[in-house]
């Protein structure tokens, strides 16, 4: 006996589909390829004011300092002031040091090759079609094997690895799974996800496109 499944039931699975491959993309893809071309374009000039605006704080409290020792008609210490601001300022050079540090990551970890758009586009199909075969939200009755598979399987679509991609594909168990045939539910995982993906495209790196 053949079991026929509502239209609206396939029409609701299949657009949660959709809407999960938007979200992972724009998670694992999209937004840390926008924050590296970001940082690379602008964290560089970012960080140089971030350095003058430090210096500049810095010579105004050393100013200060200078003006406080001659107001009091004590011998000036430059190497007391000096001491003093490098206490004062310990937490902004620090700060600097991590701008550095961060930028410098992302300058090195800067891919030199991309996908090709037809290897994009392959990359994403094959991706959608573990969604529909093994994201929980989709298939609750998951065993641990299919849980650990779709680790992997969401680690190389983070990486663009087609490659590995298509060699996991062929790992996924054949036979039919249990699907939910719960409407509301599919409903609610839907508003679930589309609102993810508002909230995503909400704050950084995405509102820096």
């Known amino acids: 006996m053949s079991i026929i499944i509502h239209p609206e039931y396939k029409r609701l699975k299949n657009k949660l589909s959709n809407l999960i ?3 992972e993309t724009l998670k694992f893809q999209i937004c840390p390829e926008l924050e590296r071309r970001y940082l690379i374009n602008f964290g560089i000039l970012e960080f140089e004011l971030y350095k003058k605006d430090v210096e500049l704080a810095k010579l105004k409290r050393k100013l200060q300092l200078i003006q406080i020792q001659i107001n009091h008609e ?3 210490d430059i190497d007391e002031i000096n001491e003093r601001l490098d206490e004062e300022f310990d937490e ?3 700060n600097i040091k991590k701008q550095m540090e961060e930028l410098q990551n992302v300058l090195d970890g800067f891919p030199e090759k991309y996908l090709s758009k037809e290897d994009e586009k392959r990359l994403k199909l094959i991706y959608k079609q573990c969604v529909l075969k093994l994201h929980q939200d989709l298939n609750p009755n998951q065993t641990e094997y ?4 779709f680790l992997e399987i969401n680690n190389a679509f983070k990486n663009g690895d087609l490659e590995r991609l298509e060699a996991l594909y062929y790992l996924i168990p054949n036979g039919e799974f249990d699907y939910v045939s719960d409407m509301d539910r599919l409903k609610e995982l ?3 996800i589309e609102s993810e993906i508002s909230e995503i495209k909400a ?3 995405y509102n820096k496109k």
Do not use: S, V
């Not at 299919?146 to 598979?149: G, I, Q």
């Open 21 to 23: 491959l938007e979200c």
């Open 74 to 76: 004590l011998e000036i």
């Open 92 to 94: 902004y050079e620090e």
């Open 146 to 149: 299919e849980k650990n598979l």
């Open 190 to 192: 839907i508003e679930n």
């Open 203 to 205: 704050k950084y790196p």
